[in-house]
């Protein structure tokens, strides 16, 4: 199969995801396992790019996998490990809160594309979509990451404050909501239906 | 007329299913008979769309790209990134058994260089904080695009193209002209790039009063804080950096 990559391409796209999601991974298990250290939480960072590579190589990672939860997921797993054979392993800090009861398959179940533009005709519903992934580059962060993370990846709202160090999960909500009027902003302009 | 930013916990509970029984058929009937919501809560579902599409997209990218790779092509991007400077967390809980090393690497510096020593560590982690803030915060192409929405001078775009490519104290003079001169609407988006500038800059003094001065304008004209703005705020209080 022919793939619209160069190597040097295939090289840079795996390490801005390993640039990218590595501060919000050592603020993530920093806060569920404050007993490891920064730098054996960086060691377990780099082990657990290696880990996802092996599995996806030897055919063990289910299709349609969302990468940065499998990622965090892996790597939290490695550190629990970690903690455990040092001795340090007390008691690890449940990343949930009331508000988030089944974060995983959140809106998978009552949403999908075919629903929301059923009526658009394919290259409508494309256009749309390219100026809604457009836009969404364009949010300033932190909103790119609570937007995809919540919408996307099932993180819980505690998961998304660990991760870009918020102080409370209202703080991270009131966030969120804010994100999706900008983004909603955005679009609107974007398709010419705000003056 | 319905503000969208208020219904968006509402629609988020419909969609997830963590609405009772009771609310969802309330809520089935507004929309049935309120145009407006009916219309925010189809645009709520087509920006969720926007984001599964954009997520799904990264992944498969992401996907190919690690199948692609050689052990010792992955090898060389977790090292080389890996002894890149490390940043530093707030209020890190430090093992006991560091606790003790640590404590005998500070009595070593407390006798070599005196109390200058801890400051001066005080000082490198406040600038590395700094410098992660303005990484993770500052989106060069999300502020070049908006002031080419509203049509703003060439000297922005110069000024926002300096401060990406680290020419930092130019930039700050560029920034600090273009915001003494502006009006009190392009004020919000100068101050903004102005306070970023000022954290690349370590200057937090500056960058605070800044975004205090920024703040107020923009409660003025639109009664809130603009959103880049806020996420620097937050990003700032979350460090303690004062």
Redesign the interface.
Known sequence: MN?P?A?E???Q???N???SL??PF??YI?KAL??????EI??I??ET??A??KN??EGN?ASG???KAYIFQIGYNMAVNKAKQSS?YVQVKEMTSNDD??ATD??E?????Q???EEEDNETKSQ??SI??R?????????ETI??DY???GFSMAEIMSEI???STD?V?S??????????ER???ALGLLN | MNN??DN??MFDA?????MSNTDRSVFESQLKADANLSQEF????????????????A?H?????????SDQ???T???R??IRN????QG????LR?VYSWVAVAAAVVMIAGAGGYQYHQIQTRNRLCD?IFT??F?P??TL?RSG?QGDSEAYSEAINRLKHGETVDAISALEKLYSEANDEMRIEYGTSLAYAYVKAHDLDKAWETINSVKSISQQLYGETP??L??LI??M???NLK
């Open positions: 793939y990559y190597m391409d295939f090289s796209i795996v390490t995801w390993f640039v590595r501060n050592i603020n920093h404050p007993v490891l250290g920064l730098d960086e060691d960072y780099s790019f290696i996802i590579r996806l190589l990672v996998t969302k990468w340090r009861i089944d959140r809106f179940t009552y949403l999908s594309l629903e929301v533009m749309r979509l809604l992934e836009e969404i580059k364009y949010l300033p962060e932190p909103c937007l995809k919408y996307y990846g160090h918020y102080q703080s909500k966030m969120k909501n804010r994100c999706m009027n900008k983004l909603r679009i609107k302009l | 969208y930013k968006i916990d419909y969609l997830n299913g963590t189809s645009i709520h579902k087509e920006l969720i769309a926007g984001l599964q599409q954009a997520g799904t997209n992944d990218e992401f996907e190919n790209a690690l199948k692609h790779l092509e992955m090898e991007i977790t090292e990134i890996s490390k940043i530093i967390p890190r809980v430090v093992p560091k992660a993770a915060g989106n192409d999300m695009t929405d959103l880049e806020e996420s937050q990003a209080s979350g460090q």
